[in-house]
Nanobody
Framework: QVQLVESGGGLVQTGGSLRLSCAASGRTFSRYGMGWFRQAPGKEREFVAGITWSGDGTYYADSVKGRFTISRDNAKNTASLQMLSLKPEDTAVYYC??????????????????WGQGTQVTVSS
């Protein structure tokens, strides 16, 4: 069992930056792959970034590639999403998720059983 708590969301202007954090409880966290997803009003939850349990593999949605960076610290049971050059279309509730990554589907929302409560990111134009 893993519990996840996100923090770091807020209101920022276009071009600004934010760093989201995900704090995890549970001894199995270091064995799980992790993903960041987001959901805008009226839209489905979508993949943003993912990282393997060891941290040696990172994956990004095309829309954030080059602007966002995912990382993790297994010793501290934390994961982060550094977001640069933010755009209004990045506005959404951001969720971190964790689970074993089966069949390489790190980008699939159905892969994850454990989710945080979400943190709001709003980018003003």
């Amino acid at each position: 069992q893993v519990q996840l708590v996100e923090s770091g969301g807020g209101l920022v202007q276009t071009g600004g930056s934010l760093r989201l954090s995900c704090a995890a409880s549970g001894r199995t966290f270091s064995r799980y792959g992790m993903g960041w997803f987001r959901q805008a009003p009226g839209k489905e939850r979508e993949f943003v970034a993912g990282i393997t349990w060891s941290g040696d593999g990172t994956y990004y949605a095309d829309s954030v590639k080059g602007r966002f960076t995912i990382s993790r610290d297994n010793a501290k049971n934390t994961a982060s999403l550094q977001m640069l050059s933010l755009k209004p279309e990045d506005t959404a509730v951001y969720y971190c998720a964790a689970d074993f990554i089966r069949n390489g589907r790190i980008e699939d929302v159905r892969t994850y059983a454990y989710w945080g409560q979400g943190t709001q990111v709003t980018v003003s134009s």
